[in-house]
């Protein structure tokens, strides 16, 4: 296995990530998979699925949203929106390099990445999809910063319904590829109704799933809980892809 620092630019910016290269016949594409990690998070977190993917021959890209770890830009200035054209720029990014086979490419994103993984499933090809402990946000708040506000108090979070007119569960609503929701079973952000309801909601999913890593919380620290992650998203994609 090789892993390749890259740059991916967006808006006059760069994401910095890192490809994870399965070792591979010449000539071959590979079954492929880009990672969202969560609001105010980084690559970092998603080391470990990264390398257990590409042990098990998935050609893998993890990158920083802007003003996240190694990328460039400020964090305190991060829209919901500019997420999402760091999501397009980093799919695009992977689309395009010459080993993915773009007839499987799959996406796995936890928390805000989680909520950028359903919108960008709304748009783009994406043959299979892992959401863990998905976030949710409103739709006029596409361009503020969430930290200026208390999505958790005044947000969709607390409220039991309602998501189905949402950009992202629009976009599941019609997603017709497959799809696993992760609940983390003792979030502290993510209300159980949140994952139940993308889970309800991937109505034209070819495949549908929906796992519990018992007793985890919603950042996922402990090796314990890590390991059970990796094991759901690899088996997942060794099924999907």
């Known amino acids: 296995m090789k892993i390749q620092p890259v740059l991916i630019p967006v808006k006059g910016e760069k994401l910095s990530g890192l490809l994870y290269i399965p070792t591979h016949t010449v000539g071959d594409k590979l079954p492929s998979v880009v990672i969202f990690h969560g609001r105010g998070s980084s690559k970092k977190r998603y080391f470990d699925r990264a390398q257990a993917l590409a042990e098990n021959g998935f050609l893998v890209l993890v990158f920083d949203f802007r003003g996240c770890g190694e990328s460039d830009g400020n964090f305190g200035k991060q829209t919901i929106a500019m997420g999402f054209e760091d999501a397009v720029a980093s799919y695009n990014f992977l689309k395009k390099y010459p080993l993915c086979d773009t007839n499987r490419l799959g996406v796995l994103g936890g928390s805000f990445g989680g909520y950028q993984a359903a919108l960008l499933a709304g748009k783009y090809p994406i043959k299979s999809l892992i959401l863990a402990a998905p976030a949710i946000y409103q739709d006029e708040w ?100």
């Open 142 to 241: 596409w361009k503020i910063i969430p930290e200026t506000m208390d999505p958790i108090k005044n947000g969709l979070y607390r409220q039991p319904s309602g998501f189905e007119n949402t950009k992202a569960f629009k976009a599941i609503q019609k997603y017709p590829g497959k799809i696993l929701i992760i609940e983390h079973e003792k979030d502290e952000v993510i209300p159980r109704h949140v994952t139940e309801s993308y889970y309800q909601n991937a109505f034209k999913a070819g495949l549908k799933e929906k796992k519990v890593i018992l007793d985890a919380p919603h950042a996922l620290h402990d090796q314990k809980y890590l390991t059970k992650s990796a094991q759901l998203v690899v088996d997942w994609f060794k099924k999907t892809l």
